[in-house]
């Protein structure tokens, strides 16, 4: 984040969206009815099959689009490996997996570019459009909307898990689906209803993406962790300590803008911190429509949806959670 901060400013009154709010994805005005949407996003593996990684990471960089209430049409691959170390039938695997995801999408990869490299990093560039009256931001959330989560947590404890082989395959095939799972009906969803904001909660961890959304948006938010789905194999490993560093250092992070109540305990106060890959979407919608929003995204398959809080007035403090 300190080093984006750092780049160049450019004045072009044709970008909508920039580095400001540290936004899911760049958004840049064609003309009076089409706006482009960009991003890049890039992963060392998390999953053992590459195929699997591949599809992981095309929802991964995708996301982005979607979080942004845009329709993603083009990608570049990025592909970084070792030639002399990596089997060519894993590479044509892992891009296959990325291709496929894609197509899911609705999109293509139009090219790419390769690099060797001491490990396997892979991800995409991604171009999408949107409507310019149309964008969904991460800073238009509103005093009495209600915030609404698509995807449960737990990606990162349970991949900290695998690499220390204490997974159960149960829990390795739950946060594959989750992480291979589009954002496109979640999308679809919102914008059928109506949302004032939004964002898809990935490293940052839920409170490190809640914070930036009311710091954005210059509210506050409540948070109900009771509310907040989690993969239920999740709570044991937490109570093991098994938390990523970053899930840590997200934790550290949004600790002084954040008030916990006394009963919620010191691992659930990590768990609603832990760094997340491809995860889910983090809507902020207006009361009167959220139960209808929360009712079309379960239609829609997406039936790990909860309402988990909501937004009020700047407060002293960005994040109350209780």
Same mark, same amino acid.
């Given at each position: 984040?300190?080093? $984006? ?20 994805? @760049? ?17 060392? %593996? ?10 992981? +990471? ?13 329709? %993603? ?56 459009? +949107? ?11 509103? %005093? ?21 082989? $204490? @997974? ?17 009906? !979640? ?10 904001? !939004? ?6 961890? $839920? ?6 959304? !009311? ?40 600790? %002084? ?17 832990? !760094? ?8 902020? +919608? ?10 079309? $995204? ?25």
């Amino acid at each position: 984040m300190q080093v $984006l901060h750092q780049l160049p400013k450019f004045d072009d009154p044709k970008i909508l969206v920039g580095g400001t709010h540290m936004d899911d994805a @760049a958004v840049y005005k064609i003309d009076e009815n089409t706006a482009i949407v960009q991003t890049v996003d890039i992963l060392t %593996p998390i999953a053992d099959d590459p195929y699997i990684f591949g599809q992981i +990471v095309a929802a991964n960089s995708l996301s982005d689009i979607y979080a942004m209430g845009a329709k %993603p049409i083009t990608s570049l691959s990025i592909l970084c490996y070792p030639p002399e170390k990596i089997d060519n039938k894993i590479v044509n695997s892992m891009l296959k997996g990325a291709a496929d995801k894609v197509k899911e999408a609705g999109a293509c990869i139009i090219g790419g570019h390769t690099l060797k490299d001491t490990e396997v990093k892979c991800g995409l560039a991604v171009t999408g459009i +949107v409507a310019p009256d149309k964008i969904v931001t991460n800073s238009g959330a509103k %005093p009495g909307d209600r915030l609404i989560l698509t995807k449960p947590l737990g990606t990162g404890i349970i991949s900290t898990a695998i690499k220390a082989n $204490l @997974a159960p395959t149960k829990a390795i095939n739950k946060i594959n689906n989750n992480m291979c799972q589009l954002n496109k009906n !979640a999308c679809d969803a919102m914008l059928e209803v109506g949302v004032s904001s !939004a964002t898809d909660i990935t490293g940052f961890g $839920l409170l490190g993406h809640v914070f930036e959304m !009311a710091e954005a948006s210059n509210v506050s938010m409540i948070i109900k962790a009771p509310q907040v789905p989690i993969i239920e194999e999740t709570l044991e490993f937490a109570k093991m300590g098994l938390f990523p560093q970053g899930s840590i250092m997200n934790f550290e992070f949004v600790k %002084p803008n954040t008030q916990f109540e006394h009963n919620v305990d010191a691992e659930l106060q990590l768990l609603l911190c832990d !760094a997340q890959t491809s995860g889910g979407l983090l809507i902020s +919608v207006p009361e009167e429509r959220s139960e209808t929003l929360l009712n079309l $995204l379960i239609m829609k398959g997406i039936t790990s949806a909860c309402i988990i809080g909501g937004v009020i007035n700047e407060k002293e403090r960005r994040i109350y959670v209780n």
